[in-house]
C-alpha cells in the first residue's frame, strides 16, 4: 500500500490485487473544507489495507462524505459496503445510472448468462464450466452494495474543494465515468485509459442474455474521441502511471485496435465459417499458463467485441448456427 499526494487536496492511495493484471489499483481521495469523498474504494479484500491508509491520513470511514464509483468492477467497488457499514453518519455512494444494477448486485450479469454467451461463442463445456468458476470466485471481491445518487453525463460533483464534471465513457463497461477538473485540466479516468495496457471493451452482458450485445467496443472509440475533445492535461488512470501525453495513447490504441481487426479478417479470410472461440485461438495463439481461463475469456470477449466492428461495418457476418455465432469474411 502507498500514499502519495499528486495535487493539492487530492492524494492517490495504491492498494494490491490479486494477480498480475491489471496491476495495483489507485484510490483518489480528495480532502476538502466541506467535503471529503473517495473516488473507488480497492476490493472488499483489501478494505484493512484502505482503513489503515486513510488512518494514516488522520481520517476514517466515518469521515467521508461520499464515495463515487468510475464503475462497477469488483477492484473499484468491491469495498463500498464494508465503508457504507461503518460509516455512522451515513455515506452518499454515487455512480453512474447504468451502472447502479452491478453495483447493487455486486456483479454484471448471473452465471448462467456468462454460460450461455459463452456457448454462443462455441467455448468448449469443459471451459465454460471453468470459467464461471473463475468468474463466481471473482465475486467474493466485492459486496453488493445500495447506491444513493445516479449520475448522468454532464453532472456537477464536489470532489473536496475541486468542482469536477462527470464524463460518461462507455465502452470498458456500459456506466464507465470519468472526472474531469476542468480548471487543472485533471482527468480522472478510472478503467477508460491505462498507460501500460490497451483497455478491454467488455460484452455488456445484463441480467438476461438478448444478442447482440451493445456494441462495446464502438462506444470505447467514441468514448476516447470525448475524451480527446476535453484536452486532458494530465490524466490520472486507475492502474498504472499517469498520462501526460493523451495524443500519443489515443494514437496508440487506434493502430493496436486496427491491427487486431486486420488480423482477425486475414484469419478469417483464411478459413470457413467458424465460431467466436476459434477465431479467438488463432488470434491469441499463445495464451496458456497461471492466468489461462482469464486471458481466454478476454481473448474471447475481445475478438467478439472487435467482430462487432467489422461486423457493423459489413467487413464480416456474425450468423446464428444451432446454438453457436459462425463468423465469415464478407467477400
Ligand atoms: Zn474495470
Redesign the pocket.
Known sequence: MTIAQIHPGIVRITLPLPGKKPGPVHIYLFRGKHNTTLLDTGTYLFSHALKLALGRLGLGYQDLDSIVLT?G?V??CGAVRTIVRQNARGVRVCAHRDEIPTIQAGFDAPPHVYARFLAHTGTPLPYRLAIGVMLGSFQMLAQGCAVDAALHEGDQLALGDHPARVVATPG??RGSISLFLEKEGLLFS??HILNHITPNALPMLERELALPLRQSQIEYFNSLEVVAGLAPRIIYPAHGDRITDFDAIHRMYQRCFTDRQNTLLAILCQHPPESIYATARKLFPRIGGRSFLLDLYLAISETYSHLQVLAADDRVRMEMTGRVLQVTASR
Open positions: 464503475h468492477h477492484d473499484h470498458h463497461t478510472g478503467d
